[in-house]
């Protein structure tokens, strides 16, 4: 009796998952980062948040915030603008925004994120 066995190779099968650079499982998550990050994020003017979108490359496992002063608010917002950390009203009861954004997102969301990253491999 003879057998035989046929494998796929390590890229075929990541692939095959979407794992493979700049996949779909990437493109997930990044886009699920920018999502979540959302109500974190300083807001004065809202460019803040939009460099977000247009600093990142969908599927390339950064997101980058390129305004100029993206560094400094992220490291030293005070959380008093809009709807900041230190805010506390009836219209905006969660009031998120502040700095280290991706740092208190991540730890409200990690989960949220792995599952849907899982769900876009076909895991479980």
């Known amino acids: 009796m003879i ?26 998550i990044d886009s699920e980062v920018l999502r979540r990050s959302d109500p974190y994020v ?3 003017t ?3 948040k939009k460099s977000g979108v ?3 490359k969908i599927g390339n496992g950064e ?8 560094h400094e608010q992220y490291y ?3 959380g008093k603008g809009k709807q900041g950390t230190t805010k506390h009203n009836s219209h905006n009861y969660k009031c998120l925004r502040g700095k280290y ?5 991540k730890a409200d969301h990690l989960q ?8 876009k491999a076909g895991g479980k």
Do not use: S
């Open 3 to 28: 057998i035989k066995c046929l494998f796929n190779t390590t890229e075929t099968m990541l692939k095959d998952r979407g794992l493979d650079p700049c996949g779909k499982v990437q493109k997930a």
């Open 42 to 44: 300083p807001f004065r």
């Open 46 to 48: 809202g460019f803040l």
């Open 54 to 56: 247009l600093g990142t």
């Open 63 to 70: 997101v980058v915030y390129n305004a100029p002063y993206a």
């Open 76 to 78: 030293h917002n005070q």
């Open 101 to 105: 954004w991706f740092e208190r997102m």
């Open 112 to 119: 949220d994120i792995l599952k849907t990253a899982k769900e």
